[in-house]
């Protein structure tokens, strides 16, 4: 969430355009979420948080990628690892 990363206060909460940890609770698909270890613009925390907030019976394994930050999830040899990922995910959307 966009305010949340900014900033740890509560209070700005409101002006948050990206409250994904609100809405996340509410969703009624299956949710995979991938995220960078070493992810500087949005700490790996939120997205741990955002796995947690996902119904139960929605989740699907996340993928915490060592080595990667925010925008190079699917660089050099890991795309292998993200398509066999994505291909899971996809597949568990049958069960």
Same mark, same amino acid.
């Given at each position: /969430?966009?305010?949340?990363?900014?900033?740890? /206060?509560?209070? =700005?909460?409101?002006?948050?355009?990206?409250?994904?940890?609100?809405?996340?609770?509410?969703?009624?698909?299956?949710?995979?979420?991938?995220?960078?270890?070493?992810?500087?613009?949005?700490?790996? %925390?939120?997205?741990?948080?955002?796995?947690?907030?996902?119904? %139960?019976?929605?989740?699907?394994?996340?993928?915490?990628?060592?080595?990667?930050?925010?925008?190079?999830?699917?660089?050099?040899?890991?795309?292998? %690892?993200? =398509?066999?990922? =994505? /291909?899971?995910?996809?597949? /568990?959307?049958?069960?």
């Amino acid at each position: /969430s966009g305010m949340r990363v900014l900033t740890p /206060s509560r209070a =700005m909460a409101c002006l948050d355009i990206f409250p994904n940890i609100d809405r996340i609770k509410k969703v009624k698909c299956p949710v995979f979420v991938i995220h960078g270890q070493k992810d500087q613009e949005v700490g790996i %925390e939120h997205g741990m948080a955002l796995h947690a907030a996902v119904p %139960e019976d929605c989740k699907r394994d996340p993928w915490w990628v060592r080595d990667k930050g925010h925008n190079d999830i699917c660089d050099g040899p890991d795309i292998v %690892e993200y =398509m066999q990922r =994505m /291909s899971k995910y996809v597949k /568990s959307l049958d069960e």
